[in-house]
Structure formats: structure tokens, C-alpha cells
């Protein structure tokens, strides 16, 4: 059973990210031209309204996890798994329920969108960006945590593992470091790979709207949400919003959810057309089709 506490959670955390700071001025997969600092700034400004957020949630969701714990409730406690299995399955669930699951909806659902599209409008996406979430976003992603936590039964140190491993994992895949292409492969065939995730990062649809996993690929190779392209010929952002100072604007980032929808700029279809069409020759693009935004 793994017991940290907050210090210490505090503690790996940022020294995890300090570590893929520090590697991506060692093997950059992109000469990003953009003030880093400045833009940090802004994506590590977003941890502290999650933070804000999340305080009364994350009070709900300790106390529901001792709760299904004490009573039993819930997948885990109906049947014998080895310890080392139980942890895999657990993990394996929360990260379906917490993060696939959830992801995928706020990429359907207009509302929610808005909310997550604050997260796609980074136009250098490095592994600050892993921080850059709207506090609503937040809202949401607990509001799935609590119900995950009863489905599955999981006990307060599996939650904490899962939470670690989450946000490691999603510095990792955002960060902007370039890994052998057959490592990056052998990576993505169980877990996902930071060339796996650049690719849901591109500006258009359909490839906006693939690779939805943050620890497990296996979701979007059973659900065919999986894509794979070559990075060089993605380019970061949202086609809804390219202008600078809309999304390198943290008053305008905030209010973007409360504002309008704004309809995909380019079809899925033309987006898939045009990527083809400005592709390497050898590229080869694993993609299923699925429904666009609703």
C-alpha cells in the first residue's frame, strides 16, 4: 500500500515536470520559437485555479474512497485478484472512467467542449501544457473521479497511485522531446507515447479527434479512436482559434467557454484531405473514422 503525503505528492510532481523541462532542451522534437517563460507561466497559472477548484471535490472523493473501502462497494471488492493484479486492474479502470471516458464526451458534447478547447488552443505544446486546464474542465474531470471511485471501489492509496501516474504520464506525452521512432512505436502499442498524443494536438479535425487516452493506449486501439501520423507535418492549436491574442491571453482564455460556439473552421472531411494532400509520400496514417463533434 503506498502512503505519500501532500508534500511529497508536491514534491514528485515537480520534479517530474522540472525533469521533462529539462530534457526537452536536451532532444526537442520541434525548435519551438515562442517565449517559454511567458508561456509556462500562463499553462502552470491553470494549476492553481484547478487546485482552487478541486478543494471541495477532492474532500468528496477522499472521503467516498474510504467510504466504498470500509463497505465494500463496488468492482474490486467482488473478486480475489493478486495484489499486483488488483493494482493493474484498478489502475487500468480509473484510468478508462477518469480520463478516456471523460475525454472523449467533452470532444462530443458542445458545452463541455468549450471548456476543453482551452487545453487545444496551445499552439507550442510542450509539457507545461500538460497543466492548461480551465477550472470548469476540472469540475468535470472530479465529478467523473467521485463516480469512478464507486463503480470501481477504490481505496484511497489506489486513487493517489492513479493520480500520480496520471499527471506523470500526461507531462510525458505533452512534452516536447523526441524519442527513436521505434521506441516511440513499441511505446504506443500498450501505453501512450508523446508522438501519439502530439497527434491529437493537430488544429483540425479528424485527427483532433483521436488518441483520447492519457496512461493506456489500449482505449483507443478496442474503441478505434487510435491515430498515427508522422509529427512533421502537424501543426498545434484550434482552427477556431488561431489568433495569438486570443489564446496566448490568459483573461481571454478563462472566458473562452462562456462565449459562443464556434463550429469546427475546417470539415473533418477537408481536414483529412488536406492533411493527406501536404503529407510525406511514406507516411502511413492508421485512422477510423468516428463522428465529429455534436
Known amino acids: 500500500m503506498i502512503e505519500l503525503t501532500t508534500t511529497e505528492q508536491a514534491l514528485l510532481l515537480a520534479g517530474s515536470f522540472l525533469f521533462f523541462t529539462l530534457l526537452e532542451g536536451i532532444i526537442p522534437l520541434l525548435q519551438m520559437k515562442y517565449k517559454k517563460i511567458r508561456h509556462t507561466g500562463i499553462n502552470l497559472f491553470f494549476i492553481v485555479t484547478s487546485i482552487a477548484v478541486s478543494i471541495p471535490f477532492a474532500f468528496i472523493a477522499v472521503h467516498s474512497?474510504?467510504?466504498?473501502?470500509?463497505?465494500?462497494?463496488?468492482?474490486?471488492?467482488?473478486?480475489?485478484?493478486?495484489?499486483?493484479?488488483?493494482?493493474?486492474?484498478?489502475?487500468m479502470m480509473l484510468d478508462f472512467i477518469t480520463s478516456y471516458l471523460p475525454h472523449f464526451v467533452q470532444h462530443k458534447v458542445k458545452w463541455m467542449w468549450k471548456f476543453h478547447l482551452v487545453h487545444h488552443t496551445d499552439t507550442w505544446v510542450d509539457t507545461s501544457t500538460a497543466n492548461r486546464h480551465h477550472p470548469g474542465e476540472t469540475v468535470i474531470s472530479m465529478l467523473f473521479l467521485i463516480v469512478a471511485i464507486f463503480i470501481i471501489g477504490a481505496p484511497p492509496w489506489l486513487v493517489?497511485?492513479?493520480?500520480?501516474?496520471?499527471?506523470?504520464?500526461?507531462?510525458?506525452?505533452?512534452?516536447?522531446i523526441?524519442?527513436?521512432?521505434?521506441?516511440?512505436?513499441?511505446?504506443?502499442?500498450?501505453?501512450?507515447?508523446?508522438n501519439m498524443h502530439?497527434?491529437?494536438?493537430?488544429h483540425t479535425q479528424p485527427l483532433t479527434?483521436?488518441?483520447?487516452?492519457?496512461?493506456?493506449?489500449?482505449?483507443?486501439?478496442?474503441?478505434?479512436?487510435?491515430?498515427?501520423?508522422?509529427?512533421?507535418?502537424?501543426?498545434?492549436?484550434?482552427?477556431?482559434?488561431?489568433?495569438?491574442?486570443?489564446?496566448?491571453?490568459m483573461g481571454k482564455l478563462l472566458v473562452i467557454p462562456f462565449e459562443e460556439y464556434?463550429?469546427?473552421?475546417?470539415?473533418?472531411?477537408?481536414g483529412d484531405r488536406d492533411f493527406q494532400a501536404?503529407?510525406?509520400?511514406?507516411?502511413?496514417?492508421?485512422?477510423?473514422?468516428?463522428?465529429?463533434?455534436?
Open 65 to 91: 474512497s474510504d467510504w466504498v473501502t470500509r463497505h465494500e462497494v463496488g468492482v474490486l471488492h467482488q473478486v480475489e485478484l493478486p495484489k499486483w493484479l488488483y493494482v493493474i486492474v484498478g489502475i
Open 160 to 176: 493517489i497511485l492513479h493520480q500520480f501516474i496520471a499527471v506523470t504520464f500526461s507531462q510525458f506525452t505533452h512534452a516536447n
Open 178 to 194: 523526441s524519442l527513436p521512432e521505434k521506441m516511440d512505436n513499441a511505446i504506443s502499442w500498450i501505453f501512450i507515447s508523446p
Open 198 to 202: 502530439k497527434v491529437h494536438h493537430h
Open 209 to 249: 479527434d483521436t488518441n483520447y487516452g492519457n496512461i493506456f493506449s489500449i482505449w483507443d486501439r478496442l474503441f478505434k479512436t487510435f491515430a498515427k501520423s508522422d509529427v512533421s507535418n502537424l501543426t498545434y492549436g484550434i482552427d477556431t482559434y488561431p489568433d495569438q491574442k486570443e489564446h496566448d491571453n
Open 262 to 270: 464556434r463550429a469546427p473552421a475546417t470539415p473533418p472531411d477537408q
Open 278 to 294: 501536404k503529407r510525406k509520400p511514406s507516411l502511413k496514417i492508421i485512422r477510423t473514422p468516428i463522428p465529429s463533434q455534436q
